[in-house]
Antibody, heavy 122, light 109 residues
Framework: QITLKESGPTLVKPTQTLTLTCTFS??????????VGWIRQPPGKALEWLAL???????RYSPSLKSRLTITKDTSKNQVVLTMTNMDPVDTATYYC??????????????WGQGTLVTVSS | QSVLTQPPSVSGAPGQRVTISCTGS?????????VHWYQQLPGTAPKLLIY???NRPSGVPDRFSGSKSGTSASLAITGLQAEDEADYYC?????????FGTGTKVTVL
């Protein structure tokens, strides 16, 4: 079965860079049509899509955060890494990674990790 | 600021039918991109509920159904149950970005 798990720091200071790792099993990120995405959710607020990497290494970023985000994959390790620079307290949120599948008119997130809460505070 | 608008809350008594709307525009839902729905129970990760406008993944009760028309989509829950109390989000695609709706809290009275 497909599982994903996020890991990384629970507390970062303002201006620091956040690095989160998504370690997954049950699928290969070299399989056509597959991707891994990152989504965050500030406490009590809605979901916000951040970034996505496809099997062919195509990468997509949220336009509002594009300058701060980098997503990479290590197919051999079954990992996807997200970095976010210049962290601010408003970036405090639970960060989720998710398996992506679908088709040209509709990719969606069918398996989700448990999420990791990242707090930005000095 | 999400480009997909949902009502903040809907409520219903057990056994009733409730619907949640997801209003987009000509650059997302109206452009032909499909809509997907997620259920988030309190304190848990979101779970895929409907994909491709109206398809249920294995294990999702048929009390949940989805539809799409024009620039909007809807999620209906029939025979509302206490365990359906959760937040619900729609999701689509817009201008090379994935977008989620503003979210709707469903309360079972």
């Amino acid at each position: 079965q497909i599982t994903l798990k996020e890991s990384g720091p629970t507390l970062v200071k303002p201006t620091q860079t956040l690095t989160l790792t998504c370690t997954f099993s049950g699928f290969s990120l070299s399989t056509s049509g597959v991707g891994v995405g990152w989504i965050r959710q500030p406490p009590g607020k809605a979901l916000e899509w951040l970034a996505l990497i496809y099997w062919d290494d195509d990468k997509r970023y949220s336009p509002s955060l594009k300058s701060r985000l980098t997503i990479t994959k290590d197919t051999s390790k079954n990992q996807v890494v997200l970095t976010m620079t210049n962290m601010d307290p408003v970036d405090t949120a639970t960060y989720y990674c998710a398996h992506v599948t679908g088709y040209s008119r509709g990719y969606y997130f069918d398996y989700w990790g448990q999420g990791t809460l990242v707090t930005v505070s000095s | 600021q999400s480009v997909l608008t949902q009502p903040p809350s809907v409520s219903g008594a057990p056994g009733q039918r409730v619907t949640i709307s997801c209003t987009g525009s000509s650059s997302n839902i109206g452009a032909g991109y499909d809509v997907h729905w997620y259920q988030q129970l309190p304190g848990t990760a979101p779970k895929l509920l409907i994909y491709g406008n109206s398809n249920r993944p294995s294990g999702v009760p048929d009390r949940f159904s989805g539809s799409k028309s024009g620039t909007s989509a809807s999620l209906a829950i029939t025979g509302l149950q206490a365990e359906d109390e959760a937040d619900y989000y729609c999701q689509s695609y817009d201008s090379s970005s994935y977008v989620f709706g503003t979210g709707t809290k469903v309360t079972v009275l």
